[in-house]
């Protein structure tokens, strides 16, 4: 399999090493305008073929069936060359964000329909992880009873793309080359991981809110516009046709007291865990003879596949036809279409509604 990387960054490398996972031979390219990236990417890498440009790369051959575009660029260079890879006959896997805005996206995923080729997103890296998958079984078997509320929320005080986390990759902080902040960032995360969960048809976002903390760190030098604080009050339709209000939260830059803590409530019993460490045990809390009893849920086995390998492994599971976590072609624009719609609901006040294409 020929594996095309667009950026020779910290995640193209994490691309390249996931690329030992696959059952299969793989050849590696890799383009950059950027020499000292190429550089230390070959450094790394040194059976890869390097360009100076993704035309160049996806010119240099004819496309094969199984060809893999991975786009690992900052997120105002992904429709370029999402386009460009669809157009010359290759699948693509973008990183997240998938696109800038909603219009773009819907014009990659059209394109990637047009062409007939697999188009995917880097969100699944959380799905699959033993205690969602845990929670999941709980879902479908009924433990919980009559699901009636959920809490999905994850806030750090200090943990902020383009500060605290690669303060080189400054970028991150300028809404124009990022799309967003903590909605874009692991907002994909979130959401992707509620879909995984909940199964919906619909997604209403009844209110929601963004925000950016001062601290003493914030640079001056450089355009810093995004949020790090938000949350919205979420309604989700599930297929069976039930409702389930949803209360999310993401924060990396808060003055708030820091949190992890997803909880489902349910009319027979509760089960709590963490939503994005799945080292930590998942708890499930019910009635047993008048009293509240809580105890640790047994979790399905670890996959030994890591959350950073997880995107590229699921596409190609895909491709192969084998199951696979991966999300794909009007699931990548749903999941999209929702952070977009966080963002409206905070900006005017205005319920949003976003149906689910199955």
Request: net charge negative; glycine share 8%.
């Amino acid at each position: 399999m020929r594996l095309y990387l667009v950026g020779a960054g910290v995640i193209a490398r994490t691309h390249a090493a996931a690329s030992a996972r696959l059952d299969e031979e793989v050849e590696l390219h890799v383009a950059d305008p950027s020499t000292a990236a190429l550089q230390g990417f070959t450094a790394a890498h040194p059976e890869a073929t390097a360009y100076r440009s993704a035309e160049e790369m996806l010119a240099a051959r004819p496309a094969r069936d199984d060809d893999v575009v991975v786009v690992a660029t900052p997120p105002a260079a992904h429709a370029g060359p999402t386009l460009a890879a669809l157009r010359s006959g290759r699948h693509v896997l973008c990183e997240k964000p998938f696109a800038m805005d909603g219009a773009q996206a819907e014009e990659l995923v059209q394109a990637g329909e047009r062409a007939g080729r697999m188009l995917g997103v880097c969100s699944t890296r959380f799905r699959g992880l033993p205690h969602t998958e845990a929670v999941k079984k709980m879902l479908s078997d009924g433990v919980l009873g009559e699901v009636y509320a959920m809490t999905f929320v994850t806030r750090w005080a200090r943990s902020r793309a383009g500060i605290e986390y690669q303060p080189q990759s400054r970028w991150f902080l300028d809404s124009s080359r990022s799309g967003g902040g903590v909605i874009m960032d692991w907002g994909p995360y979130d959401v992707s991981t509620l879909f995984d969960l909940l199964d919906p048809v619909r997604v209403e976002v009844r209110d929601a809110w963004i925000a950016r903390p001062r601290t003493g760190a914030d640079p001056e030098d450089v355009v810093f516009d995004i949020e790090t604080d938000a949350g919205a009050a979420l309604r989700i339709t599930r297929t069976d046709g039930s409702m389930l209000p949803v209360s999310f939260g993401r924060a990396t830059g808060t003055h708030a007291t820091e949190s992890a803590h997803a909880q489902l409530s349910g009319t027979l019993a509760a089960v709590h865990w963490a939503p994005f460490d799945s080292h930590q045990p998942v708890f499930l809390r019910a009635d047993v003879g008048g009293v509240v009893v809580e105890r640790e849920v047994e979790l399905p086995p670890r996959s030994d596949v890591s959350i950073l390998e997880r995107p590229l492994v699921s596409f190609v599971d895909a491709l192969r036809g084998r199951p696979s976590a991966a999300v794909l072609g009007a699931a990548v624009l749903a999941e999209f279409q929702v952070l977009q719609a966080i963002y409206r609901a905070a900006h005017t006040g205005a319920m949003q509604t976003i149906e689910v294409s199955r």
